[in-house]
């Protein structure tokens, strides 16, 4: 009988879980594209973390875990056995155990993450009225709300991870706002004038993601 022995993780990147979920068709598509997305937990701390992408590669998954886990280190991983994601843990240096052969438990935490993200994703575009296609932004959305809420009279994911409790507000997902262009993606037009507002009328996606897996000042809009 095939038997392991792991050790309960206690901080921040001892053991993760990673999977991928695929898009069902081309009506499924993001608004750039993308056709799948790389769901990630951390299990001493429940964090939660999912990124679109436009294929299931062993180097674009390494890319988005990078970018996901910036300077800390993740020790181990669990996947499903999927190739790229052994080829994604073995660029980066990461241990990586796969589930059971005949013991579906053994991704099961995995799974529910994925379904977790998912259904999660679906609420928000369905309360928020944003059309389907802006699902990236929506699980990106979901996931930062997850991270950021202390459950059940638990730590929040976030304190836990970065010792502090986020300190930006949770603008509702499809919010229209009013925003101030970032000069450097929205040059000044020749229909501009000179005493028009400096604030532009759009629709609140979400924060933008740091690499080291915290969010800055820039957000993603729709106008």
Not at 120 to 139: D, F
Not at 179 to 207: C, E, H, W
């Amino acid at each position: 009988m095939n038997s392991r022995i792991v050790v309960e993780p206690q901080v921040f990147g001892d053991q993760i879980t990673a999977d991928h979920f695929i898009t069902l068709n081309e009506l499924s598509k993001g608004n750039r594209g993308e056709t799948c997305g790389l769901v990630l937990r951390d299990r001493a701390t429940n964090w939660v973390d999912c990124r679109a992408c436009k294929d299931k590669t062993g180097q674009t998954a390494a890319l988005i875990l990078k970018d996901m886990f910036g300077a800390d280190v993740i020790k181990r991983a669990w996947t499903d056995g999927s190739g790229e994601l052994g080829n994604a843990m073995r660029t980066l240096g990461i241990q990586h155990d796969t589930s059971l052969p005949g013991d579906p438990r053994n991704n099961a935490r995995a799974e529910r993450s994925n379904r977790h993200v998912l259904e999660g994703a679906r609420c928000i575009l369905m309360n928020s009225g944003v059309p389907t296609q802006y699902w990236p932004y929506a699980v990106q959305y979901f996931r930062l709300s997850c991270n950021v809420t202390n459950w059940k009279g638990r730590m929040s994911a976030w304190r836990h991870r970065f010792g502090e409790d986020f300190d930006k507000p949770l603008i509702p997902f499809g919010a229209k706002i009013v925003y101030k262009p970032d000069p450097l993606f929205t040059p000044i037009s020749k229909d501009d004038r000179k005493f028009d507002p400096a604030g532009r009328l759009g629709i609140f996606m979400v924060y933008v993601s740091t690499i080291d897996g915290k969010v800055g000042n820039r957000i993603h809009v729709i106008d």
